[in-house]
Each structure stands twice: as structure tokens, then as C-alpha cells.
């Protein structure tokens, strides 16, 4: 049995090293207010692609989305061009912002859905129908954009998602929060979580209690949609217009992250709170790098230093290492008995 425990203590021990690390290399400057703030406003655009990224792999059978920041891109651009065609950012910011968020959710949801009905209708595998997904979503941002960035403007409600704070806390970060939890609430107490994780870790057993597989699959890479729409929204709220090929990385960093958080490549385990920690670990890791003065080539380096780590963990169990007698208190192989 995997050690969620385990790896819940790791990355809080690692988002804790990298805080005294970033204290000591910069003088405590990288624990100022603002700072803090700065790299908090930077984690939800990763961190919810990374949920996505995290939703398909659980469901087993090589289930991955690649396909999430192309979408994001591409439901931030389209929103923006039809919203734009009829509502003025300066004139009715309001009516905008809410024209636009919902615009872009909807694109997303929409991306999802023909993600889900291509994989569990067609039975195409998931990392190539997600390859192509990924492909025509960016095509189409193209075509509907021109090649070009797509202003969306200030508009404040737009503006306060990306920019302002509550209570210190940059707004976008908390949206991140809040959402992360409702997607572990539905995982943990629905039973759309049952089915996700039974379909991860034995799919002959879902298959014969009558598990809705297509259901859970179109819903599954929906909610991954939705995410990535959202996070079209925060781009868009962040850096004032949307082009179609922003967060070019985004994609790799989102694995790594579901990677680092413990998420089982072949499906049926996988941890919100630690897809949250993972992401701030590798927000932070990027911050130190930076306030060490080093290059994005170090950076690259230490993210797949740090993948080649937790995998090994992840294959290892090191708690049980270093503890024997814990081990021998759950061996992982029969201890023969001797006949009585």
C-alpha cells in the first residue's frame, strides 16, 4: 500500500527546506511580504493544469491530458474575440469580465468533453487524442486570432482576479485554493471519486460492478477542461491580453508537478493536497534559482533532478527504509509460518 502519509511529509519538508534555503542565500528578503506574494500570484496557472494533469492519470490506462494549456490559451482567446465583438472592456468592465470568464469556462468545458468522448467513445489512448487535441485547440487560437495577441484590457472585476489581494493573500491564489478543494471534496466524498480511483487500480473489478467507464472518463477529462479554462481566465486577468502560444513549458511543468506529488503514471492514486504542495515546492524552487542568480538551463537541470528524486522515492519506500521495525510490521512479502 502507498504511503500517502509519507509523501504528504515530504513535500512539507521540502516547501520548508526551500523556505530556510531562500532565507539564508538572500538575507531574508525572500521571505518579504511582497515577494511571498509575487510567487504565490504565480503558482494557480500551473497548479490547476497540474489537477488536470493529476484527474487523467488516475484514471488509469496511460491516462494523461497534454492538451491542457493549449486549451487554456484557446479559451482565453476565443472568449476574448467574441465577448469583444459586442461588450466593451472600458465601457461595461462588468458585464465584460463576466461575459468573458464564462466565455472562457465554457470553452473549456466544451475542449473536455470532446477529449473524453474521443477517448471513451473511440478508444483512442489518451496521450495521442490528447497530442491532436492539443494541436487543433492551438490551431484554432491561431486562426480565430490572427497569430496575433488578443487584447482583453483592465476591466476592474478581470483586473482584481489577477492583481489585487484579500487579507495579503493575492486573490488568484486563493481562487486556486478553494478550487482545489472542491475538486478533493468530489474526489473524496462522491462517488465519481470511487469510480476514478476503482477505474486507476483495477479495471476488470470496475468494468464487472457496472461502473459508468464512459461516464467517468467524459467527466473526468471535463473538469480537466473547466481547470484549463480557468486558467485561461487568470492568464488573461494577469497579463492583459491572451495569445495562443503562451506558457509554452507549462505543459511539462504540470506533469512534473503530478509527478513530484506522488500520482500514480498507471493510474488509481493520486492526492490533491499534494498536486497544491508540489506546485508551491517547484514556485519556490524557481524563486531560490533565481535569487541565486542562475540561469533558466540550472533551473531545467534542478526540475529534473528533482522528478528523478521523487520517482525513486515514489518506487522506494524510504520511510520503511528507515524505520525496520515499522517495516517488518507491514512486510511487503508473506512471512512463511512454521507448521504446528
Request: proline share 4%; aromatic share 8%; hydrophobic share 55%.
Amino acid at each position: 500500500m502507498r504511503n500517502t502519509g509519507g509523501q504528504l511529509a515530504m513535500l512539507a519538508v521540502i516547501n520548508g527546506l526551500l523556505l530556510v534555503a531562500g532565507a539564508l542565500i538572500s538575507g531574508g528578503s525572500f521571505l518579504s511580504i511582497f515577494n511571498l506574494q509575487s510567487m504565490a500570484s504565480q503558482v494557480p496557472e500551473i497548479g490547476l493544469l497540474a489537477i488536470g494533469v493529476m484527474l487523467a492519470m488516475c484514471a488509469g490506462n496511460g491516462g494523461i491530458d497534454l492538451s491542457g494549456i493549449a486549451l487554456a490559451n484557446l479559451s482565453g482567446v476565443l472568449s476574448a474575440v467574441i465577448v469583444s465583438s459586442f461588450l466593451s472592456a472600458n465601457d461595461s468592465g462588468t458585464a465584460f469580465s463576466v461575459a468573458f470568464i464564462a466565455g472562457a469556462i465554457l470553452t473549456g468545458l466544451a475542449g473536455g468533453v470532446i477529449n473524453g468522448l474521443l477517448i471513451s467513445r473511440l478508444n483512442i489512448t489518451p496521450i495521442l487524442c490528447t497530442l491532436g487535441t492539443q494541436m487543433a485547440f492551438m490551431g484554432l487560437a491561431v486562426v480565430v486570432s490572427g497569430g496575433k495577441a488578443v487584447m482583453v484590457g483592465s476591466p476592474a472585476l478581470l483586473s482584481s482576479i489577477g492583481n489585487d489581494m484579500l487579507f495579503q493573500i493575492p486573490i488568484s491564489f486563493l481562487l486556486f485554493v478553494v478550487i482545489a478543494g472542491v475538486v478533493a471534496a468530489l474526489l473524496k466524498f462522491t462517488p465519481y471519486g470511487l469510480w476514478l480511483m476503482l477505474m486507476g487500480t483495477n479495471p476488470k473489478a470496475a468494468l464487472y460492478a457496472g461502473f459508468p467507464k464512459n461516464g467517468v472518463l467524459v467527466a473526468t477529462y471535463a473538469i480537466s477542461g473547466m481547470l484549463s479554462g480557468l486558467v485561461g481566465v487568470i492568464i488573461a486577468a494577469r497579463n492583459v491580453n491572451v495569445k495562443y502560444d503562451y506558457g509554452s513549458t507549462y505543459l511539462l511543468i504540470a506533469i512534473l508537478i503530478a509527478v513530484m506529488a506522488g500520482v500514480k503514471p498507471e493510474g488509481g492514486y493520486g492526492r490533491v493536497i499534494c498536486v497544491v504542495l508540489s506546485a508551491i515546492a517547484l514556485q519556490l524552487m524557481s524563486s531560490l534559482l533565481n535569487f541565486g542568480g542562475l540561469s533558466n538551463f540550472v533551473r531545467d537541470f534542478a526540475w529534473g533532478l528533482l522528478l528523478l528524486t521523487f520517482l525513486a522515492v515514489g518506487r522506494y519506500d524510504i520511510a520503511g527504509f528507515l524505520s525496520p521495525g515499522r517495516r517488518s510490521q507491514n512486510p511487503s512479502v508473506p512471512v512463511p509460518q512454521t507448521p504446528k
